[in-house]
């Protein structure tokens, strides 16, 4: 079925084929492999937060389908429908046809008259190339935010110029911003022996500009476990440009990446890449995706991507073995699977299995532990009232496992799970990777 | 439908439920114009209520203006139910999602339309509880829905249907008046006209379910057989010592070759089999087990594994679940052409199939419900493909006609929406059509609630000449008196035994069924009987005894009929497979056969229960037997008043003219005709 019915999802802005767990794929076959069976409805945040049609995956498949085959004539008439998702991968995972509808609906969201095209997405994709420039404007904020004068400038608007994803919310989410970015002071982290490293550190802009002891702890633990590693000194791995920008901008952050990966290997051939957050580690395991019909970038793409692990996939049962617990004893722990993990990268029980021998009973099985939190990068700021109700329906679940700490393994996550801890439910929300640092020491 | 009206309505509409939650926007008309199956149909807008109380007065504004409307819930029902063809509302009901009781004490959860199958079985889990229908839909699909379509799943061989397990319902009806039909009304039991009757008689508001004990113990048993034709025959063997597994699932080779899991089987198997017990006796679990076990053995099994494990058990489950998932992955489209035989047709029909599968070149996975004698063709297609689409139509067709002439029937638990509408043209006679016309015609004047489903549009009735039993000279008889009568509107008092009808007024001729006492049919392999309604219920235990099978009604001298149409215990509906009535007009109407589940036409059987001799003469009857008395409860109905607006509907779509026990019209559907 090659035959496009209309224009749609044939110009330079998109993906043309997807790489679909039943292979690839053009956007109209990838679309009509859903049957409308609707099994995928309520797996689906944005459907059980409202319980329409609208925001369900089937929805969003049918609709885009309609779209190609000319029955619905124009995105901008069904952008809520487009522009509810989440892109949390839930509804593929449960899908009897691993129908890709996040890919898909990504796709039709650049068919959007002002995706990507807006002025201040452009603004920041031009200041984030200076690094120095976007520091100093960050920073700036940060103070702001010392001297509550974030809410002020939330009011002005300057949150939305700035246009970071969830920056707004980020910025009256974040709990305690840091002081110097991590990139300012990873040096004195790493290993001092830089040869033949077992890996290699990506640091992600979550971690990098918010989270930046995850990423202290990612280092502390990878030392301990793995010995010998380096600071790749990347880019951000461009998944803000894929999902809200332009998919050349993202190709360019990849390759760069993939190059810098290339040049490192070189000295340290066994060496993997790994990151703290899931969204990040997902998007560049899915980076071939975007070079699909470039014969030489996808082989090298195909490459990086099977380099690349999550820090949750390489801390094993045997590295925590013999291990006392004193500190913890008396916590209840919980897991929030974060999408990026469990729905695309498939890792489903890493951390149960490395945390249930130490922790016995007092780790509690979370409700819906996959469903995603409503962070999902930008959407808690874009979506507010459907993140929030998603938020609700998270923390709702984890009151009722009385969790002490809920663990996550993205820095969305932290971010909006932080902010829920504060108004809906009381519970220390943590990477997962900073309480195995914690049990290690 | 003019425009003003709409408009006129939204407005209204608009005031009672917020202008938020009409919706006539295009897109969002589009993503509300189809559902799981083939059909498309966009209506004039959606409405959203997100509370009962809201049901009926938005209903009533709907029917003031003559809209039409469907109710909706997944959107999961896989023959068009959910889509509306006259370009009028979908009413979607998902947002009223609260289970509002759950006793334990009394076997009750009383929910509403929108709540999720799964999510209720999560719920009474946690009180060691569960709500036997199953549908493999479950995770999604919605009660409502399920009671709308009669839904069932693998485990509804033990414990029945959706029909079986609810206690009463809380209905707006087309008009938006409210009512509430509980089986242990007086009168004939409405409630049971509406578990299948896909929102055209009105919505279900709320719901009270039976629910039962989670037991003790269970045991899967996974088997391979060389043959589907084994296989079968295990299934009925099984189902013919008396033993009643939870559920008993035949998945074919196809099905397995698909989900590419040919290498986990023995070379020379052909069927699966999947076997299920439960009983909060250990020792029962044993003895079955030792006993199929033996039964697959002599059928020849080439492997048997069996698990009482949580874990272990999910994974002999894994190869059938597989089925239906393993298809989609390589195709765009499954049409799952649902249909059901009488056991003992299974395997011919079977047979029927397979070969016009291939004489099509259609690629099919076979999966069967086997012991309901339930099947589930799953053809892969890709709608895009106008000539493919229309070879697997004609070819479903085909398949549909061979349920048919085994003496099955179109639809076990998919439902007839609009897909299946033109094939009871196929099965059921002009009057059983007619009969069921004027009941929608009776309880929906204006053709508003959830129009053009279930029911044909067509008028070329061409039913096909199939396996069924003969009408008896006695019952012709019986129809050429009371056609006699009717052209003389002589009213008829019905009686059985002559015993229960006490002041029949001078003016009524009395007839009853007393010639009318064979046994018409005894069918061991299927586990069913059907006999004539004046049979002694004495006569048919006795008969059955003879044979060694046993059928759980009380020996009296009481008949059948009369039994049944004084609806003298709960579990009695349970029983009843099909019926066969001469309606006061002298028509005869055909219900259904010897199907365990038939879905194709409102539930008149039931319906029948407690009727009084009112609405027709029942001259015989099918009924589901066992092999042992196995504890079988029998619970006196009440017998309760509760006459609704619906009550004098239903009699005059079977005797306008007032003909049958007219004496009791006015007690028992509490107008005068
Ligand atoms: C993958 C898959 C597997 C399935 N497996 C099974 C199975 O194993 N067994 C089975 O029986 N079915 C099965 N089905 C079919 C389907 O799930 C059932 O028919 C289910 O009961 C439909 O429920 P729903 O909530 O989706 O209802 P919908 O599809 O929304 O509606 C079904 C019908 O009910 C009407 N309706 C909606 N709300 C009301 C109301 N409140 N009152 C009255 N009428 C109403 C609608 O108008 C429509 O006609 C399956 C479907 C799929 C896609
Ligand atoms: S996305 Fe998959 S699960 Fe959802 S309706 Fe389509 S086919 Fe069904
Ligand atoms: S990706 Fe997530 S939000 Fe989007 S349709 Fe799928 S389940 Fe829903």
Redesign the pocket.
């Known amino acids: 079925m090659k035959n496009y019915k209309n224009e749609l999802f044939t110009e330079k802005i998109h993906l043309h084929e997807l790489i679909t767990k039943n292979g690839v794929k053009n956007i109209y076959d990838a679309v009509s492999q859903c049957?409308?069976?609707?099994?995928c409805l309520e797996s689906c945040p944005s459907y059980v937060a409202d319980k329409k049609e609208n925001y369900s995956p089937r929805g969003r498949n049918q609709t885009i389908r309609m779209l190609i085959e000319g029955k619905q004539k124009d995105v901008n008439l069904a952008k809520d429908i487009i522009d509810t998702c989440l892109l949390c991968g839930a509804c593929t995972n449960i899908c009897?046809g691993s129908v890709a509808t996040p890919d898909i609906t990504l796709e039709a969201r650049r068919e959007e008259r002002d995706f990507g095209n807006s002025f201040i997405y452009k603004a920041i994709i031009n200041i984030r190339k200076k690094r120095k420039t976007f520091d100093l404007i960050l920073k700036t904020f940060y103070i702001m935010h010392g001297m509550k004068l974030d809410k002020l400038a939330d009011k002005l608007g300057m949150f939305d110029f700035l246009g970071y994803p969830s920056l707004s919310n980020a910025v009256k989410k974040l709990i305690k911003p840091p002081k110097k970015f991590l990139h300012e002071e990873i040096n004195d982290l790493m290993p001092k022996e830089a040869e033949k490293a077992g890996w290699i550190y990506f640091l992600t802009c979550g971690t990098d500009y918010m989270f930046t002891n995850v990423g202290k702890s990612s280092i502390s633990v990878l030392k301990k476990i793995y010995g010998n590693g380096i600071f790749m000194k990347n880019l951000c791995c461009g998944l803000i440009s894929y999902n809200y920008g332009s998919l050349n901008d993202a190709k360019e952050h990849a390759l760069k990446n993939i190059e810098i990966f290339e040049e490192l290997r070189k000295e340290n051939p066994n060496a993997f890449i790994v990151a703290d957050c899931s969204s990040c580690v997902a998007f560049m395991k899915s980076y071939p995706q975007m070079f699909l019909g470039e014969e030489e970038n996808y082989k090298r793409a195909l490459e990086f991507s099977s380099k690349v692990k999550d820090i949750i996939e390489v801390v094993k049962p045997e590295h925590l073995s013999d291990i006392k617990l004193d500190g913890l004893k008396d916590k209840k722990i919980t897991i929030h699977h974060s999408c990026k993990a469990y729905n695309d990268q498939g890792l489903k029980d890493e951390e149960e299995k490395v945390l249930k021998p130490i922790l016995k009973e007092n780790l509690i099985e979370l409700n819906e532990s996959n469903m995603c939190c409503g962070g999902a990068g930008a959407y808690s700021f874009t979506k507010p009232e459907f993140s929030n109700k998603i938020l609700y329906r998270k923390m709702k679940n984890i009151s009722e496992t009385q969790a002490d700490i809920t663990l996550v393994s993205s820095t969305s996550c932290l971010m909006q799970m932080g902010y829920g801890s504060k108004t809906h439910y009381s519970t220390e929300v943590k990477h997962y990777v900073e309480l195995i640092d914690e049990i290690l020491k | 439908m003019k425009t003003s009206e709409i408009e006129k309505a939204i407005e209204e509409i608009s005031d009672i439920v917020g202008y938020n939650n009409v919706k006539t926007d295009e897109a969002t008309k589009l993503v509300y114009s189809y559902?799981?199956s083939m059909v498309r149909a966009k209506p004039c807008g959606v409405i959203n209520i997100n509370d009962i109380e809201l049901?009926s007065p938005v209903v009533k504004v709907l029917y003031s203006h003559s809209i039409p409307y469907?109710?909706?819930?997944?959107?999961?029902?896989?023959?068009?139910?959910?889509t509306n063809q006259k370009g009028g509302f979908i009413?979607n009901?998902?947002g009223?999602d609260k289970i509002r009781q759950i006793d334990t004490l009394k076997g009750i959860a009383v929910v509403e339309?929108?709540v999720?199958?799964l999510k209720l079985q999560k719920e009474l889990e946690k009180f060691g509880f569960f709500y036997p229908?199953?549908?493999?839909?479950?995770k999604?699909?919605?009660?409502?829905?399920?009671?709308?379509?009669?839904?069932?799943?693998?485990q509804c061989l033990k414990y029945g249907?959706?029909s079986n397990n609810i206690i009463r319902l809380d209905?707006v009806l087309p008009d938006g008046t409210e009512a509430h039909f509980d089986l242990n009304d007086k009168g004939p039991q409405i409630i049971s006209l509406?578990a299948g009757?896909?929102?055209?008689?009105?919505?279900?508001?709320k719901a009270y379910l039976k629910i039962l004990p989670i037991p003790k113990y269970f045991l899967t048993i996974y088997s391979e057989f060389k043959t589907l034709e084994d296989s079968m025959k295990a299934v009925t063997d099984t189902i013919k010592k008396g033993i009643i597994p939870k559920a008993m699932e035949v998945t074919d080779k196809l099905s397995i070759k698909a989900a590419g899991k040919e290498k986990e089987i023995d070379k020379e198997t052909e069927a699966m089999l999947i076997t299920e017990i439960d009983s909060d006796s250990e020792e029962e679990i044993k003895s079955q087990k030792e006993e199929i076990i033996k039964i697959f053995n002599f059928n020849g099994a080439l492997k048997t594994e069996t698990s009482c494990d949580k874990n272990k058990s999910e994974e002999l489950w894994k190869l059938r679940k597989e089925a239906?998932p393993s298809l989609a992955r390589i195709a765009n489209n499954i049409l799952?052409e649902?249909g059901c035989v009488p056991r003992s047709e299974l395997v011919s029909t079977v047979k029927k199939i397979k070969r016009i599968l291939e004489e099509n070149a259609i690629t099919a996975g076979l999966v069967f419900?086997a012991g309901d004698g339930n099947i589930h063709p799953n053809i892969v297609f890709d709608e895009r493909d106008v000539k493919e689409t229309n070879r697997i139509r004609k070819a479903a067709k085909e398949i549909i006609k061979e349920y048919i002439t085994a003496g099955g029937t179109i639809s076990?638990?998919?439902?007839v929406?609009v897909e299946k509408r033109g094939f009871i043209l196929l099965q059921h006679s002009k009057e059983t059509i007619n009969l069921i016309r004027r009941i929608k015609k009776e309880m929906d004047e204006k053709n508003v609630s959830?129009p053009d489903?279930?029911i044909p549009v067509r008028n070329d009735f061409e039913k096909l000449e199939r396996i069924e039993f003969e009408i008896s000279e006695n019952v012709k008889i019986l129809i050429k008196e009371i056609k006699k009568r009717y052209e003389e509107k002589i009213p008829t008092a019905v009686t059985g035994y002559g015993t229960q009808l006490k002041e029949i007024p001078q003016n009524v001729e009395k007839i009853d069924t007393m010639d009318l006492k064979k046994v018409l049919n005894f069918d061991k392999d299927n586990m069913t009987i059907t006999a004539e309604a004046g049979m002694k219920a004495k006569n048919l235990v006795d008969f059955l005894k003879s044979e060694g099978f046993y059928i759980p009604i009380p020996p009296s001298e009481s008949s059948l009929g009369g039994i049944i149409a004084r609806n003298d215990f709960l579990e009695l509906r349970d029983l009843i497979l099909s019926m066969d009535i001469i309606l006061s007009n002298g028509e005869f109407a055909r219900f259904g056969g010897k199907n365990i589940k038939d879905n194709s036409v409102y539930d008149i059987p039931k319906l029948m229960i407690g009727s009084m001799g009112s609405l027709g003469i029942i001259t015989s009857v099918s009924f589901k037997i066992f092999k042992e008395n196995r504890n079988f409860k029998i619970t006196k109905t009440k017998n309760e008043k509760n006459i609704t607006p619906v009550h004098i509907k239903i009699k005059k779509a079977f005797d306008p003219d007032n003909l049958f026990n007219p004496f009791m019209t006015e007690e028992l559907y509490g107008a005068k005709l």
């Not at chain 2, 229908?133 to 479950?138: E, L, R």
Request: glycine share 18%.
């Open positions: 049957t409308r069976c609707g099994y009897y | 559902d799981a049901i469907t109710p909706r819930l997944a959107g999961s029902n896989l023959s068009g139910g959910a009413i009901l998902c009223c339309p929108g999720v199958n229908p199953d549908p493999a839909s479950q999604v699909s919605t009660i409502g829905g399920n009671i709308a379509e009669n839904a069932g799943g693998p249907v959706t209905v509406f009757s896909e929102g055209t008689l009105g919505i279900i508001k239906y799952v649902d419900h076990a638990e998919h439902g929406g959830n489903k279930k």
